[in-house]
């Protein structure tokens, strides 16, 4: 915000003293609105004759200022400083005729005048207004009604197949060919009934008991020695 006001105000400034120019003396007591326009594209450079109000430099300079103040209403800075570029060329273009006509540039006595140094001061000080402005985008008010400028949307680049996949080496191999880790064998269990441990929770087998049929007694296998 402060750069835009600071560069308004050179740009109006420098506006306002190249509409002056043409009303002061350019090259010894000839004024600027005095000299043709049309002689600084001429061949034949410049005369004596005088131009009218609508044929001289003063129409140049107005729309010079005109530029420069449609620049600042509209926060332009390619606008100010195509004024300024057209103020300082209509003035160098003034000079290189005169120095074709009088083989000399001095300034002050019967030379270059105050009209043709503040001509090309004010483009000067419209080139620098342009480079102080911040311009439109980077504006920023402050208060209740503040904004910022803009900003650009950059989307990201979309990565291709091979830049997501990571490479494959033994280290790091894909997912998909990954192993599964190896589990510890577990001990091998005895599944005879009579020889394995049960489990917690179940119950041990039960061992079939021997059957007892009616008038049979059950064998005894104690030794049996006969008696004499």
Partial sequence: MLRNVLGAA????????????????WYGERQGRQIRLV????????????????????????????????????????MVALAGVL???LTVLWMARRYEATDSLLVGGDG???????????????????VVMAGRRAAVTTGRHARTAPEERTEPEPQTRQEAQPERTEEY????????????????QHTHPYFSRPQRGERPPEQPQPRHYPG???????????VA
Avoid: C, K, Y
């Avoid at 005369?47 to 010079?64: N, Q």
């Avoid at 420069?68 to 926060?75: I, P, T, Y």
């Avoid at 049979?216 to 006969?226: F, L």
């Fill in 112 to 130: 270059v005048q105050a009209g043709a140094l503040t001509a090309l001061a004010a483009g000067l000080a419209m080139l620098i207004a342009a």
């Fill in 173 to 188: 191999p894909r997912w998909d060919e990954r192993q599964p880790p190896e589990q510890p064998e577990e001990e091998q």
């Fill in 39 to 78: 002689e600084l594209f001429d061949p034949d450079g410049l005369t004596d004759s005088t131009a009218g109000l609508l044929t001289g430099l003063a129409v140049a300079m107005l729309v010079v200022a005109v530029v420069a103040v449609v620049g600042v209403v509209l926060r332009s800075r390619l």
């Fill in 87 to 89: 103020a300082i060329g």
């Fill in 10 to 25: 050179l740009a109006l400034v420098a506006a306002v003293a190249v509409l002056i120019s043409p009303f002061l003396d």
């Fill in 216 to 226: 049979e007694h059950p064998p005894d296998h104690r030794d049996h020695r006969d």
